[in-house]
C-alpha cells in the first residue's frame, strides 16, 4: 500500500523533469521557442488584418515577456495540480481528512516555490540564462493560483458527492 503512494507523485515528478528540461536550454534556445510562440499568438490575432512588417515585429516584441511570463505561471500551476492530487489522496483515510485544504495550499506552494528557486539556480549554470527572484515568485503565483483553483473544484465537486450520498 505505502509503495502505491508514492506512485501517486509519479506524474508531479515527471512534470518536474519537463520543466528541467526546459530549463537547461540555452538562453538562445529558449528565447526562440517563446519567440515562435509570441509569433503563432499574434498571428492568431492580427487574424485577417492588414498590418505592416513593423507593426507585426513590435507587437511580438511586446508580447513576448507576457507570453515567457505565462508560460512560467502556467507550467507551476500544472506541477501543483499533480502534486495536490497525491497529497489530497495521501492525506485523506476514509472519510477522515488528516489536513485542512488551507494546509494543502501552503504545503504545496512552498514545495513549487522550493522547485522554482532551485530551477532558478541551475539555470545560473546555463548558457545564456540567468537565475532570477523574480521568476520564482511568477512561478509561486502560478503555482498558487493553481493550488487555489484546483482546491476550489475539489472543494465544490466534494461537496456535491457528500450531499448526493446524503440524500
Known amino acids: 500500500m505505502k509503495r502505491l503512494m ?12 519537463f520543466i528541467f528540461g526546459f530549463s537547461k536550454d540555452t538562453g538562445e534556445e529558449s528565447s526562440s521557442l ?10 492568431i490575432i492580427e487574424y485577417n488584418k492588414d498590418i505592416t512588417k513593423e507593426e507585426y515585429d513590435a507587437l511580438v516584441e511586446k508580447l513576448h515577456t507576457p507570453v515567457r511570463k505565462a508560460a512560467h505561471m502556467a507550467e507551476y500551476a500544472i506541477l501543483a495540480v499533480l502534486i495536490c492530487i497525491p497529497v489530497l489522496i495521501n492525506m485523506n483515510i476514509g472519510n477522515i481528512r488528516m ?23 541551475h539555470q545560473l549554470f546555463v548558457s ?12 509561486t503565483i502560478g503555482a498558487f493560483c493553481g493550488t487555489l483553483v484546483f482546491l476550489c473544484i475539489y472543494k465544490f465537486a466534494y461537496g456535491k458527492i457528500v450531499r448526493k450520498r446524503e440524500q
Open 6 to 17: 508514492y506512485l501517486t507523485f509519479l506524474p508531479a515528478v515527471l512534470w518536474m523533469l
Open 34 to 43: 517563446s519567440l515562435t510562440i509570441t509569433q503563432k499568438i499574434v498571428d
Open 99 to 121: 489536513i485542512s485544504l488551507k494546509q494543502i495550499l501552503f504545503i504545496v506552494v512552498i514545495i513549487c516555490m522550493l522547485y522554482a528557486a532551485t530551477d532558478e539556480i
Open 128 to 139: 545564456g540564462r540567468t537565475g532570477k527572484a523574480a521568476d520564482v515568485l511568477i512561478d
